[in-house]
């Protein structure tokens, strides 16, 4: 078998770098939107073909030099000469060009974690392996002369015809990788599972041996929401009786977690609250497993992940794992009475029975009475024949029981009502989750960005009537809600029809994910006698943005509503 270059040796010297520089490029640009799955492959997969986000322009660039490569064998012209090599060199630097810019203006960038340094390493391993594979294929191509008679009315002559097939397969073999890339990634990832794995498990046991040493008191809080409100404002409880350490920001992940204990937690630190996410049932089972909690806090059984769970009951069952492993080790469970339907709440309190301390408009703890302000939210309580008033500098009526639970929370662990109460009082605002800023002579803007749960969307919307200042419009900016699954349609029709009740202007963003959300703000215009809402729509929340700074004034209130990762707004164009 004779083994023929493809191309010259010296433009293959050129040319390998320049396709393994655009491949890189290429597997960066979509490791960000990997990462931002969580590395989950079927995850990642299934938004690759929802959103289409295959290669279409350095594809057609080699298609097209395949089929002049072609068409110059039929002609018996070199395909040197007709620049079937340039339009492959071509395809290379624009497919780098659109990597680049698929990145630029990315909400969420890429972090080029150690993780990501080993999933790219084995990937540039494969796309060598595949290049090669190429090299070798193409090598194969027929090569060589046809001879023939060329007859006309004055002459017969012989003629010879050169034939060479490499340079077609190899830009057919270059469409193959470029399509290839998103699939490598995962391969990659699976490839490296078994290293990973056993990498975490070493982590997780220094995680659990360090905890096991110092010993801190743990709380576990878990729901479909609320649970990082409450894991805030019990940490600022707690923390002002004694040294407490709460998982960051929404770090609520096993290796998450891991990293916080291995790196943060100290000996002096009395209290560890641990937020704890489930992505299905036995989540919440493998994170008590790593900070098995002395106390057990659910905030709530709700839709905000019914994308993943397909049911309330499978939320109910995941979430109520707390409960169980909180018991196993002598203690309790607060739980949101009003935040968990009655039937859920009676099922999963059967199926685990122990010593629940519950919370809501009846319960151990009682909310009797929610206001609101422009100060904050003040809520009286009962509990043990006792009324209590408790009042917070945040907003909306739904951080009510978020507040409940952490005082109930804190009161069960043996704070006094007065310690309580005085901590609550300066509580700081919590990032992204209805953030209230005022400046004088301007609008005020209400962040809340990390919500995306119908309950809450809610409890902002009311927020903008109270903020809002005479003669002021309230601004809804939104792009809607994520992971609803088949109630995605009927809960942004009923949000919509809420907000057409406590907005005069809707800004918003991808107003094609959410077509039922501007259907509902126009039902709910034709239920009321005020004037009807103001619908804009934006593809982007940059472009929102943009219009809102330059339409905003003096004694409006602006509520931005949930900010959608890169997942779901951007439109990867490559």
């Not at 396709?19 to 960000?32: N, P, Q, S």
């Not at 404002?233 to 291995?262: C, E, Q, Y």
């Amino acid at each position: 078998m004779q083994f023929n270059l493809p191309i010259d040796p010296v433009i293959l010297a050129i040319t390998t770098p320049l396709l393994v520089w655009f491949l890189l490029e290429r597997a960066l640009t979509y490791m960000m939107f990997f990462q931002q799955e969580e590395y989950d492959g079927k995850r990642f997969l299934m938004w690759l073909r929802d959103k289409r986000a295959f290669d279409t322009r350095a594809s057609l660039w080699f298609i097209l030099a395949a089929l002049v490569a072609t068409l110059t064998q039929i002609e018996g012209m070199s395909p040197y000469a007709v620049g079937s090599l340039p339009l492959l060199l071509l395809g290379i630097g624009h497919g780098i060009y659109m990597s680049r810019k698929g990145r630029s203006h990315s909400k969420k960038p890429l972090v080029v974690t150690t993780r990501v340094k080993r999933i790219l390493t084995v990937f540039v391993a494969l796309g060598f392996g595949l290049i090669a594979l190429g090299l070798t294929v193409t090598s194969l191509a027929p090569i060589g002369t046809n001879y023939g008679v060329s007859i006309d009315v004055n002459s017969i002559d012989f003629i010879a015809t050169d034939y060479d097939w490499r340079l077609s397969l190899i830009a057919l073999w270059l469409l193959v990788m470029t399509q290839a890339v998103p699939y490598v990634l995962v391969l990659s990832n699976k490839i490296l599972e078994p290293a990973e794995e056993r990498v975490k498990a070493k982590f997780r046991q220094e995680a659990v041996d360090k905890l096991a040493s110092l010993n801190p008191y743990i709380i576990g809080i878990t729901g479909s929401f609320g649970k990082t409100s409450t894991k805030h404002i019990l940490s600022h409880i707690l923390d002002a009786a004694a040294p407490t350490l709460a998982t960051p920001g929404s770090v609520n992940t096993d290796m998450g977690i891991t990293r916080v204990i291995r790196e943060q937690l100290k000996p002096d630190h009395k209290y560890f609250i641990v937020e704890m996410g489930a992505y299905g049932p036995g989540s919440i089972t493998r994170l008590c497993r790593l900070a098995p909690p002395d106390l057990g806090v659910i905030t709530a059984v709700g839709a905000a992940h019914y994308e993943r769970f397909k049911t309330l009951e499978t939320v109910a069952r995941a979430k109520f794992e707390m409960a169980e492993h909180a018991f196993a080790r002598n203690g309790k469970t607060v739980i949101s009475k009003d935040a968990i339907p009655a039937d859920l709440l009676n099922t999963q309190c059967h199926d685990r029975p122990g010593p629940y301390i519950s919370v809501g408009a009846s319960g151990d703890v009682a909310i009797r009475d929610i206001t609101m302000d422009k100060d904050g939210i003040h809520i009286t309580i009962e509990t043990d024949g006792e009324t209590e008033t408790l009042v917070a500098p945040l907003y909306g009526t739904h951080q009510a029981g978020n507040i409940a639970i952490a005082a109930a929370t804190a009161r069960e662990i043996g704070l006094p009502w007065s310690a309580i109460k005085g901590a609550l009082r300066s509580v700081p605002q919590i990032r992204y989750r209805l953030e209230v800023t005022k400046t004088p002579g301007q609008p005020t803007i209400i962040n809340d960005a990390y919500n995306s749960n119908p309950v809450g969307f809610k409890a902002a919307l009311e927020v903008l009537s109270v903020l809002k200042e005479e003669g002021g419009r309230r601004i809804l900016v939104t792009p809607g809600m994520v992971e609803l699954g088949d109630r995605h349609s009927s809960d942004h029709y009923d949000v919509g029809k809420f907000a057409a009740r406590h907005a005069d202007i809707a800004v918003v963003v991808t107003p094609d994910r959410i077509p039922s959300f501007i259907e509902g703000i126009k039902d709910g215009d034709a239920e009321k006698a005020e004037q009807p809402v103001m619908v804009l729509t934006f593809d982007k929340q940059e472009d929102a943005e943009a219009w809102v700074r330059e339409n905003a004034r003096k004694g409006d209130a602006i509520l931005f509503e949930n900010n959608l990762p890169d997942l779901y707004e951007a439109t990867l164009k490559l």
